[in-house]
């Protein structure tokens, strides 16, 4: 009968070493694994954020609403989005620009996004050579500072367009930006240039307008692609060298837009060599976000937005490593 007992008690010990060194084993396995996938998922040195302009046709149509954005950036795995102003001209007429932050807030917090930015068109001309014009155009950026700050943004994005000579507009830009960017200031704003057109689209240009300018929270949002100075009725006139035009602006970058048109074979886009880009803007220090921006025809504007998407993740990773 001792004996008996004695058999079962080391059966026992023996199948609890066995659980043991096969729990220790499956931990040690686990840890592994998820090192490994942690390596394997090493942050990026920029994350990825998607512009309401990718969307424009399909809210022009009126087969989304602008308030919706939030959603279907969620929808298409984003977590920060970047506004379009002239996206809610309707709604801000019929609701007001408060109620409309509101909403926008409210939709943002309900899908789990962060709000980057406000990119604002139509307000006025920040380079304007007519003092009253000038200062009207401030006045009117100013409610979308305030937007801005409503809905936890960083930035609003302007435009510092007007008439005159290269240098006239220029300092024309320097008066504009440095009074907007003083209110701007007050609210904790920054204030962003693009290059968008014009004058902006030279990014020598640009960059001395912000050396003059010489305030903080006055920067630059560089765009992969607009850098067509002059147009003609079937194209560009005038180019600047769009890789030279964003290393230019780079120093004084708060956010930055991914441009793509359209996508070859192999995913890449055909008009702008992303890792040229990408290790412009990684040499410069940058480790915000990049805005996805599709303009392109050929896909549609979901298919193309994750087309872009896709092509920043793989060469952000390459770049990354």
Not at 133 to 153: I, M, P, S
Not at 155 to 162: L, P, T, Y
């Amino acid at each position: 009968m001792k004996l008996k007992q004695s058999l079962y008690n080391t059966t026992g010990v023996l199948i609890i070493l066995s659980l043991l060194v096969f729990s220790a084993c499956k931990k040690t396995k686990e840890n592994t694994t998820a090192a490994i996938t942690q390596k394997d998922e090493q942050p990026m040195f920029f994350k990825i954020s998607l512009a309401q302009w990718s969307l424009h046709k399909k809210i022009g149509s009126g087969k989304m609403s602008p308030f919706d954005f939030a959603k279907e950036a969620n929808a298409l795995g984003f977590e920060a989005i970047e506004y379009v102003s002239g996206l809610y001209n309707k709604e801000v007429k019929e609701l007001g620009i408060d109620a409309v932050v509101e909403r926008l807030k409210a939709e943002s917090e309900k899908h789990g996004v962060k709000n980057l930015l406000i990119m604002v068109d139509g307000e006025g001309n920040l380079a304007s050579h007519d003092e009253d014009e000038l200062n009207t155009a401030v006045e009117n950026h100013k409610k979308w500072v305030d937007a801005a700050k409503a809905l936890g943004c960083h930035s609003i994005r302007v435009n510092a367009h007007g008439k005159g000579t290269y240098d006239e507009v220029l300092e024309q830009a320097v008066t504009g930006l440095t009074k907007l960017s003083e209110y701007a200031k007050t609210k904790g704003i920054n204030v962003l240039v693009e290059n968008h057109g014009g004058f902006t689209s030279n990014g020598k240009w640009l960059a001395t307008v912000m050396e003059k300018v010489n305030i903080p929270n006055c920067g630059t949002l560089p765009d992969f692609g607009n850098f067509c100075i002059k147009r003609k009725s079937d194209g560009c006139a005038d180019e600047y060298d769009k890789y030279k035009g964003v290393e230019e602006l780079m120093p004084y970058a708060k956010a930055v837009s991914a441009k793509s048109y359209d996508f070859d074979d192999q995913g890449n886009d055909i008009t702008i060599d992303y890792t040229k880009m990408l290790q412009i803007v990684k040499a410069a220090g940058y480790t915000g976000y990049i805005g996805v921006e599709y303009e392109g025809s050929k896909l549609s504007e979901r298919d193309g937005i994750l087309a872009t998407k896709k092509l920043l993740l793989r060469v952000g990773k390459e770049l990354s490593n």
